[in-house]
DNA sequence: TTTTATATCTTAAACGTTTGCGATACTATT
DNA sequence: AATAGTATCGCAAACGTTTAAGATATAAAA
């Protein structure tokens, strides 16, 4: 039998064995009913979450010799507290270092001052720019920014959503990837009463506040340019049938014709996945017909820069054969020859929008009515699509 | 006096009234020695916090049947939990749509799975490539990324860091701001043992792990290949002259001449801000000598992309009259023509790293001693600096 | 002197989860 | 029958902060 004595009686008669606890020999003590085993590991006392211990309100309370509420409601100049008392504590916290800990203050209100941002991929620049803008305006309010990318696949941008409205954030800001085409993932998160508030690439199911590019109008303003330069037959490089913009931007070059008076016609809209292959064969499709198409509108800018290249390789003049638009004003647009008439979407606005209508939705509660805002962009005439005045001045830079 | 029966003892003639608290008519009960207001607000029970409950393992554990402690090593597989009751606490899980609180799973553990990012300007390809790279590695280990940019203001950063470190990252991993200059708002961070990883634009005095690009030995190669194409007077676009790139991009250039036997002659190096008015006159004295440099090594594309603009609308030829190169790989290069050799980085891969570093940290603990990693990128030689081979291939695209 | 008012402080609960360790009910062994 | 072993569970503390509301001292009023 072990000389163990029983740490409440302190006897040793009456201890017995008792098998074993995680790997631990177990005694029991016969006169106290007690059972026990001999190593304790003491939870907060060796581990490493001694190093991450920071001074906390109880440590200045102790210093100050008041209550932990004290300090809490004197650093925060509650009127409750004597002045001298908040001249003590403050001092005492500065001298021991005090820095709160947000993750309590923000477990405790429920409320973490995180806004999640959701972004098919960050390094696109147009959603850099957007994350930008609400970077910008969520800093200006004291509100952090944890950002996801779904990388355009339905799956990554569900798993994230399921990861971060757990409890991490306030609100969220989306924009779905190409490939989301049912929001059973968002809808479900919506019962939390989680602010969502979508961008560009909207759902149009859900009772959410959006911020909308001006697709549609931009997109006529584009064509409509094209239209006074001269040109009659607009081919559309266009993106896949079901993404949104597509159909918006389509909507627009449509608008556009009508118009004019000009009859559409389907065999100048190509559908793409905005790979250069597929661009490529658009352009071949369309260069076999009789009468060549005097413009091409593409969708976005980066379809644009692959149009012109490959114009270029077929020695074809821009824009003197064939004038190109775009829409997006990527700083590339800028850079190619000659310069890329385009639409400047206004990407930093959009971002800010989207924040300051969360804040909206955050300060007026239940008062608050989800709205849809367009941010107006604007029409950036650049030497691409300049074949009337070919040869007059760059527009403005 | 009032009709208020004391909650205590229910008398109504013991009451006498005691002030105001807070708004509120105060009462006492001489025989209770008890003090009460009449409305009682319920800190729980009105509020907004009502709508943000959720299930919790208390929930869970009601409704099986079991303790709460039960629910929690149940729903982690721990083994002490029979078969039986685990089933049922996951059925029970599911059915009550249950979602842990990851804020107060973070507060238990005093681990956030968050890591901080901090980039000057995340508009910027480089720095958004980076973040891809770290949000990439980041998401594979189930952690978070929350962003935050300094826009090159030293202020801001500080600021910055000071927020997101008290306790709502893991790590954090920082590319300073080119105004930075002193790093005492990182040494006192230091000292609460969250790992700092430096990127890119590093801090030299503080013991952390850092990536690095290969500054040196990328404009080596750079100014070697501009050697090599025949040029001898090479010029260069510098950055400001504390900035670290600066430094060392110039420390390559300077060996590349070194090996090269060449001797430095100081008046080819101009120190700028990157801004356009700063390159254009940086072009146009070294325009005015007599012998007119062969090549133009810019700092970063971008200035690159300056240069060549301007050269060009001096109607200088490139590369026949002037070689151009850059540094940083962005989109631009591949689409200003002539194409425009540069040095790809590989933001991506330094992002990754970074994270790796991070990770890496956070498995050795105190085992782990700091790192200092150099991603070797790749040199991109494209038209704009092939003089001597002028009108051959424009090498890979 | 008794009651009321004011200013300032303290107490304790609550947030949701984790975890050290004791408790209980068995079965197996001696 | 006494003791030892095993499997499975519960208790309670701890994390750091906030906050409702009671407590106390002192001054003012009746």
Chains 1, 2 share one sequence.
Not at 86 to 115: C, G, M, W
Not at 211 to 231: R, Y
Not at 326 to 354: C, H, Q, S, W
Request: with cysteine.
């Amino acid at each position: 039998m072990p000389r163990v004595k029983c740490p409440k009686c302190g006897k040793v008669e009456t201890i017995l064995k008792s098998g074993f606890v995680r790997g631990l020999q177990r005694y029991y003590c016969k006169e106290c009913i007690y059972h026990f085993t001999l190593i304790k590991k003491g939870r907060y006392r060796n581990s490493a979450f001694d190093k991450k211990r920071q001074t906390t309100i109880i440590d200045i309370a102790k210093a100050v010799g008041v209550s932990a509420s004290t300090v809490s409601r004197a650093l925060k100049d509650h009127e409750d507290i004597g002045i001298r008392t908040k001249a003590l504590v403050k001092q005492a916290a500065v001298e021991l270092d005090y820095q709160p800990n947000l993750l309590a203050q923000s477990f405790n209100r429920r409320e973490t001052h995180v806004i999640g941002v959701v972004v098919p991929d960050i390094e696109n620049p147009f959603f850099a720019s957007v994350l930008s803008g609400i970077q910008h305006t969520a800093s200006a309010s004291g509100y952090k920014v944890m950002i996801y990318q779904s990388n355009e696949s339905h799956k990554t941008e569900a798993a994230n959503i399921q990861t971060i409205m757990n409890n991490w954030i306030d609100g969220l800001l989306i924009c779905h990837s190409k490939e989301t085409q049912t929001f059973e993932h968002l809808k479900l998160q919506m019962k939390k009463g989680i602010p969502i508030i979508h961008f560009d690439r909207i759902c149009e199911e859900t009772k959410t506040s959006k911020v909308l590019l001006d697709n549609v109008i931009g997109s006529e303003k584009i064509v409509t340019h094209l239209l006074n330069e001269g040109c009659r037959r607009i081919a559309v490089i266009a993106g896949p049938q079901h993404l949104y913009i597509t159909r918006k931007r389509l909507e627009g070059y449509k608008q556009a014709l009508k118009k004019a008076n000009i009859e559409l016609d389907e065999k100048w809209i190509s559908y793409t996945d905005f790979t250069k292959p597929a661009i490529h064969s658009a352009i071949d499709n369309w260069l076999m017909e009789k009468t060549r198409p005097e413009a091409i509108f593409c969708i976005s800018d980066n379809s644009a820069i692959l149009t012109m290249m490959y114009l270029k390789h077929l020695n074809i003049k821009i824009p003197e054969d064939i004038c190109v638009a775009g829409f997006g004003n990527d700083y590339t647009g800028t850079i190619i020859e000659p310069a890329l008439t385009t639409y400047n979407p206004r990407p930093f606005k959009v971002g800010e929008t989207a924040a300051k209508l969360f804040f909206e939705q955050v300060i007026g509660g239940d008062n608050f009515h989800i709205k849809t805002i367009t941010i107006e962009g604007e029409l950036i005439i650049r030497s691409s699509s300049l074949k009337r005045s070919y040869g007059r001045s760059d527009g403005k830079e």
